[in-house]
Every structure is written in structure tokens, then in C-alpha cells.
């Protein structure tokens, strides 16, 4: 059967994450986490005081941008793979509210993006990849095969990240989380590089009324007429 390359494309907290890997885990392919490797950006300019409060100091984020190598491994207790940042794991680093917050701003620099979609297209050379983000059917991935765009109402997605925070164990806020997800999208849609857009050739899933297995399903589906193609 012939290998493809998926692209899966939409807003914060729609799921993408969790649809990508189960797929990826499922058909044998290799997941990759494109947001993961913005937060991983995010967390390097938090830890190296790259912020200073709300601002960015763009210009040694620009020097030191090809010091910073990502990659992911799996983890066998969960089947997942972890984000790592120049070698270390910082899988549930990425994941808080203090990246979360500050991951928009990081992530509508045209030099990050242009270096994330170098590393994002090495890694893809071979097909057999699932990746999930805000531009790879159209930026990084402009040719994949299988193109899914995934939104959800604002309200569903907070709901969904409230509750996986509380599953962790870690404080969270629903009206902050709400609000978060509210900025997220207007940033994404309305950065200058890479915008947040459906793909002329994705198909749209709207995942507000579905199940995680219902959303797999419907994957399932789609990737299964690709690849009969």
C-alpha cells in the first residue's frame, strides 16, 4: 500500500493532537506535533529570558533560532511520542498555561516559522507522516494527499482543555482558558506569516457534537479512500 503524507490543520484545542497520533499509531505511520514544537520555541524563550514580562526580545530569539533542535520519541508507557528540546523532555513543560499563554506571539515570527518548516519538512521527506498544526496543509505540506481542517466552538475546545488540565492534576480556570482560546484564534487567523486557513482541497470536520471514537472513525475513513486511490 502506498505511503502517504497527512496534514491536519485547525484551531486550538480542537483535538488534532489526539486524532494525528491515534491515527498515526493506528496505520503505522510517524506522528508529528507541529504546535508542540512552537511551545517547545516558546518554553526555550521563557527559560533563557528571551520575555521580558509580555515582550520578546526578537532579536536574540533571531540569533539563537538554529540552536534550537527538536525532535520526538516515543514513550512506551504511553505509545506517544514526547517533545524534546535539545535533547531533553519537556512533554508536560509545553503543555501548561505559562507556555500556552505565550505561544501565539512566538509563533507569528516569520523567522521561527520559517526555521520550524525547515525542520518540519526534513522530517517528512519520507512520507508515512501524520502532522498536525496551523499551516501544514497549506505552508509546510502544500502537496499532502489527505488535507483535514478541524474547528469546534470556542466554548467545547476551553471545555476540553479545562478538563484534560484537571486530569494532570494542574490549576485551571475555565473563563481564562476561554478567553486564551479566543486570542489564540485571532492571533493565528490574522498573523501576517502562515495564517490560520482551510486549504482549498482539506476537508472540513466540525468535532463540537462528535466522540473521540466518532472522530476516528471519520479518519479512519478518509485516509483509507486516500491511500486506495
Same mark, same amino acid.
Given at each position: ?52 514580562? &509580555? ?20 514513550? =512506551?508507557?504511553?505509545?506517544? =511520542? ?59 505540506? =502544500? ?31 475555565? &473563563? ?18 502562515? =495564517? ?34
Amino acid at each position: 500500500m502506498k505511503k502517504i503524507t497527512i496534514a491536519i490543520d485547525g484551531f486550538s484545542s480542537c483535538g488534532k493532537s489526539t486524532m494525528a497520533k491515534d491515527l498515526a499509531r493506528e496505520v503505522g505511520y510517524i506522528y508529528i506535533d507541529s504546535g508542540a514544537m512552537y511551545r517547545a520555541v516558546t518554553l526555550y524563550s521563557i527559560e533563557n529570558g528571551i520575555f521580558q514580562g &509580555d515582550d520578546i526580545d526578537t532579536e536574540r530569539l533571531r540569533k539563537e533560532i538554529d540552536d534550537i533542535h527538536i525532535s520526538f520519541q516515543l514513550n =512506551p508507557e504511553t505509545g506517544r =511520542p514526547d517533545t524534546y528540546l535539545n535533547g531533553v523532555n519537556v512533554e508536560n513543560k509545553i503543555r501548561s498555561m505559562g507556555v500556552s499563554s505565550r505561544v501565539s506571539p512566538i509563533a507569528t515570527l516569520g523567522f521561527v516559522r520559517k526555521a520550524m518548516v525547515a525542520q518540519q519538512q526534513a522530517m517528512g521527506n519520507s512520507k508515512g507522516i501524520v502532522m498536525d498544526g496551523r499551516d501544514i496543509g497549506t505552508t509546510v505540506f =502544500p502537496d499532502a494527499e489527505l488535507k483535514i481542517f478541524v474547528t469546534a466552538t470556542p466554548e467545547i475546545r476551553a471545555q476540553r482543555r479545562y478538563d484534560e488540565l484537571k486530569a494532570k492534576g494542574q490549576e485551571a480556570s475555565f &473563563d481564562e482558558i476561554l478567553e486564551n482560546v479566543k486570542q489564540r484564534d485571532y492571533i493565528d487567523q490574522n498573523r501576517e506569516v502562515s =495564517p490560520l486557513r482551510k486549504a482549498d482541497d482539506a476537508l472540513l470536520l466540525d468535532n463540537t457534537d462528535m466522540t473521540i471514537p466518532q472522530q476516528k472513525e471519520w479518519l479512519k475513513e478518509q485516509f483509507n479512500k486516500t491511500v486506495k486511490r
